[in-house]
Nanobody
Framework: EVQLVESGGGSVQAGGSLRLSCTAS????????MGWYRQTPGNECELVSTISRVAGIYYADSTKGRFTISRDSAKNTLYLQMNSLKPEDTAVYFCASRIPYRGSWRSCGARMYEYNVRGQGTQVTVSS
């Protein structure tokens, strides 16, 4: 069974840091596209960062320079180090992947067919 489980969310003040983790199972993690996304309080989906062997690492403009994505293949875990957090970073953060023949494809914002497997998410709240 394909499974993604996030952890590490919480409440911090602006300027603080958090590290999110996403533990994966049921698929070949090291070869898979992985991404962090967030669902804002207004229920908008936003791409945060992605990592893949083919395309490398991508960051949304809003997170560039503050967030760092990484993966530990030995632990089947994806990370998101978030520094200099801002109130506008408040959201439910979830990790997602593109696994052939597993699950229905979902869009995120204007990005169609963005992922088809995702975790439940972890809440990040940044206060001013």
């Amino acid at each position: 069974e394909v499974q993604l489980v996030e952890s590490g969310g919480g409440s911090v003040q602006a300027g603080g840091s958090l590290r999110l983790s996403c533990t994966a199972s049921g698929f070949t993690f090291d070869e898979s596209y992985m991404g962090w996304y967030r669902q804002t309080p207004g229920n908008e989906c936003e791409l945060v960062s992605t990592i893949s062997r083919v395309a490398g690492i991508y960051y949304a403009d809003s997170t560039k320079g503050r967030f760092t994505i990484s993966r530990d293949s030995a632990k089947n875990t994806l990370y998101l180090q978030m520094n200099s957090l801002k109130p506008e970073d408040t959201a439910v953060y979830f990790c997602a992947s593109r696994i052939p023949y597993r699950g229905s494809w979902r869009s995120c914002g204007a990005r169609m067919y963005e992922y088809n497997v995702r975790g439940q998410g972890t809440q990040v709240t940044v206060s001013s």
